[in-house]
């Protein structure tokens, strides 16, 4: 059995408690306007061309067989339409400026790596974090891999936006930990407008974990102009849940910049950002249950 993931994060902090590793999976049902992941996007593997990494040694385009990379007179030119996605080219990058998002791997090449660092799992109260994309979206590999981890004794987050199928969920409840779960909107209008799906599933999934008596970690991206005005909703909404382990509103940054335009893809991250003062008002809703 094959994943796709397009990154593995050691000694992580923001993904769940303690120090863990986080491994991002390729794939993901939603299209978030403030998507800091767009490489996790789409479950092919994309090569990204930062061109301001680019020193011009020409390697690349020696390698290509599909002849994607040119070195002409005003530098590198890449034609993505010809790109087959091998990450042959990534290998022999000089400058850095390739990265192939997107590789197979399998439950056996990945368990070994990740248990490198139990003792630092164990000794701050951490573990392993499968996220995206939306990890789910591969859930009988999802399964496996938890499966092994705690068969080893690894404490298991998984990171998920809930739009998946219950089936999915059903797969990873039983070697899953805590649930870090994103909420974006109550109102199905506004999720819609924000992620292009409404959030009925979402929502029911959610309320079908707490049910269960799982752990669950709600996580609420705040950006001013799209769902800034959710918050007291969803506030009113995790009080109706009985298994909230904590709230994290994280605050929406626009890094990504450079990842939307080294993919050529839109980038539609919004320009304004939240200020201290707006974080601090949506986590006074909370109470008790906001984690920083």
């Not at 040119?70 to 990265?99: P, Q």
């Not at 079908?208 to 769902?227: A, H, M, Q, T």
């Not at 904590?246 to 910049?257: E, P, S, T």
């Amino acid at each position: 059995m094959k994943a796709t993931i397009f990154e593995i994060k050691r000694f992580a902090v923001h993904d769940g408690d303690g120090i863990r590793t986080t491994v991002f999976f390729k794939g993901c049902p939603l299209k978030c306007v403030w998507c800091h992941n767009p490489e996790g996007i789409f479950m092919k593997p994309a090569l990204a061309y930062y061109a301001h990494k680019c020193i011009g040694c020409g390697e690349c385009a020696n390698i290509c067989l599909q002849n994607a990379h040119k070195m002409e007179e005003n530098g590198h030119i890449f034609k993505r339409e010809r790109c087959i996605g091998c990450g042959v080219c990534e290998s022999v990058c000089l400058g850095e400026a390739l990265t192939l998002y997107g590789k197979e791997t399998s439950v056996e090449e990945l368990l070994p790596m990740l248990l490198e660092d139990k003792e630092f799992y164990d000794n701050s109260g951490g573990g392993v974090t499968l996220s995206g994309g939306e990890c789910l979206m591969q859930a009988d590999f999802c399964a496996a891999l938890l499966k092994a981890l705690k068969e080893n004794g690894v404490h298991t987050a998984v990171d998920t936006c809930g739009f998946v199928s219950r089936k999915a969920f059903e797969k990873v409840i039983p070697y899953t930990d805590v649930f870090l779960y994103d909420v974006k909107a109550i109102d199905p209008a506004v999720h819609k407008r924000c992620t292009g799906v409404e959030n009925g599933l979402i929502l029911d999934n959610l309320r079908y974990l707490d049910s269960l008596g799982k752990r669950i970690e709600i996580r609420i991206p705040f950006v001013p102009g799209w769902n800034d005005l959710e918050i007291g909703a969803i506030a009113a909404f995790v009080k109706t849940l009985r298994n909230v382990t904590g709230v994290r509103v994280l605050k929406y940054h626009n890094y990504a910049r450079s990842k939307y335009e080294a993919l050529d893809m839109e980038n539609t991250l919004p320009d304004v950002l939240p200020t201290e003062e707006e974080i601090a008002a949506a986590e006074a809703l909370f109470g008790d249950l906001i984690k920083k």
